[in-house]
């Protein structure tokens, strides 16, 4: 995470897998970050009201074809999440 003031971060998000049981051959999932709390960083310890928005790219290659007769994906999601 790289610090953009004293209440603003932006960074990254990188995951890598594979599994057998979730019939994944190899899995992907990529993207940036930026957050923002409402209360100096100096304070996280004690307070924080942070909203975390993210824009997520996932590529995944299955292992045996799925119910959806599909043997890989490439997927976008996004998420935001508010911690209090």
């Known amino acids: 995470m790289k610090s953009l003031g ?3 971060g932006i960074g990254g998000y990188a ?3 594979k599994s057998e049981y979730s019939n994944l051959d190899f899995q992907m999932i990529l993207g940036p970050a ?5 209360f100096s960083y100096e304070d996280a310890t004690s307070r ?3 909203i975390l928005y993210s824009v997520m790219y996932e590529h995944t290659n299955y292992k045996k ?7 890989h994906d490439c997927l976008y999601q996004v998420i935001q999440r ?3």
């Open 34 to 38: 930026i957050e923002f709390n409402l």
């Open 65 to 71: 074809l799925t119910i959806y007769d599909k043997m």
């Open 15 to 17: 995951a890598f897998g």
């Open 82 to 84: 508010a911690v209090i």
């Open 48 to 50: 924080q009201f942070t």
């Open 6 to 8: 004293n209440h603003c």
